[in-house]
């Protein structure tokens, strides 16, 4: 059966499919959510709203997809289990549906230490993996993990995270593999700097036949400067943007180095679109959202297609 | 050698600066004593290999104890000189003499409250 | 053993400011392997807290005792003859040891003059490293006897995160990935295949602190 959601029809019209995502404030305001929403209009089949990004807080997820779907957006609930037990996971998913949200993408979040509220209890009842096997059995048998009957099946078309660049680099193929038996329907990966890298984990991925069951959205950050881009190779775990990367942008002033990172990050979807396996485009422009519909103009992905 | 080194240094004998523990010297310190030194083999000399190494951590942890009760960890020292150097004997025991007359009597003795405030390195005037 | 470390003296020497005549215990199990708790450190810190004091002009009188443990009443009670003396008691003996005294000396405070931590081992003299939560059921036998619940740092139970790196745990390049290590393990072991395929299923908790406090029982033992 399927859901409502947009991205799920996209990709099943076999549409290369293109997602951004919204940061949400760091306050209770909801015009923020709305502002960088008419950024993204027309521009995306889908968009996530993160959830606490790096244990920083931060306007809820759920909360902010609710802004995003008055708009018109169909958005994707990003949950992930460092803060909510299973009761509350289960009920929160629920929710979401009930209010009419079609997408979740599933994840472990960010450990507590990095964000603005380090001495917090974590929770991490469950894993990511155990929060995909949640959805889709809500989802597909109508039951809840004690395996007792709900009254009204939550429709949730279920996405996870993949990081091509993280250790150890032999199993994550692996990995990708459990994520897909416990029920991924779409992959969104760590943004890709390092091509070959990403190229070396799909060969792996479709080796294993994993193309076919799961739609891979390959992720893409524009870098802002030479700055941006030491930052993410040094002090980001599970980053990798190789030198050539960072020497291409030194090779311009300082004050076209924002223009050449928008014109690799296009030149990066575009060699992405050869990759076989990869069925779409996540768009991390964080703090940068107005540059996404450029990005997309430039890489020949408007129009959206219409379902 | 018949060098003379000031009266008022105690000597006390060990087998070994590694027999030294941390609670002998905290005991002394309690006892009243102003000042310590341990006076072990040069580094890499050390008949039993290594005691003189365990006594200079010894010593360390000892300061950080000083430290934190607001006695100048100045107070205990650790030298290392070899059985030979009767010259540096006499140094070191001038050395130290003056370094603790220039503190004063040991805060424990006194009763007049801490001389030191950790982080800060500065001793407070009584 | 259980691992605990010292708290900071200022701490002591404040909790310790109001009362005149303590007693200091310790214990000779875990507190003492980890040299944090044990007969010695009854004399360091004896010896500190009455040069604190004397420091400041007062006295403080300290019975200094060591006991076997703090954890089984026979030896708890064993202070029962001269707890009537002293104003407090100062237990350098792990959580349990200060709960026990707290238990069996109703009239006296008891004070913690530890941070108990974790259950661990040594790596080397003087380093002392986690290894075991109590979850109350144990999976060791499928993680290559390498804990998920201790070493991952977000106790995930299905592989290792996006942030893994170089075999290091995202929060600190000092900590090692828990799943690194489990990877590594099975694969030397040969049940890499069996073990890692697999999806884990969801861990019960009931049995671990969340289910509340725990007590064991064994009939054929007790009297």
Redesign the interface.
Known sequence: MKTASRLEKVLGQGEFAVTSECGPPRGADPDVIREKGKLLEGVVDAANITDCQTSVVRMSSFASCLILKEMGFDPILQMVT?DRN?IAIQSDILGAAALGINNILCL????Q??GDHPQAK?V???????LI?TVKKMRDEGKF?NDQELTKAPQLFIGA???PF???FE?RA??L??KV??GAQFIQT?CIFNLERFAEWMRQVVAMGLHERVAILAGVTPLKSVGMGKYMKNQV??MDVPDAVIERLKGVPKEKQSAEGIKICIETILRLREIQGVRGVHIMAIEWEEKVREIAEGAGLLPRPKV | MRRSYPTNVKIIRVPCTGRVDDVHLLKAFEQGVDGIYVAGCLEGECHFLRGNLRAKKRVGHVKRILAALGINPERIQMYNLSAAMGGRFVEIAQEMTERIRALGPSPVKTGKGKEFVEGQGEEKKQ | MIVAVAKPLEDIVAMTDRYDKIILAGCKACVAVCAAGGEKEVQLLASALRMARKTAGRELEIREVTLERQCDPEYVEQIRGFAGDYQAVLSIACGVGVQYMAEHYKTIPALPGLNTSFMGGSLEQGVWSERCQGCGTCILHLTGGICPVTRCSKSLFNGPCGGSSKGKCEVSTEMECGWQLIIDRLKALGEFEARFVELFPLKDWSTSRDGGQRKIVREDLKQ
């Open positions: 460092r299973r472990s979040g960010d450990h230490r990095f974590n991490y009842d469950i894993d990511s993996i155990q096997m993990l995270a993949a990081n993280a250790d150890p199993i692996l990995r593999a459990k038996a416990a760590q775990p599970g």
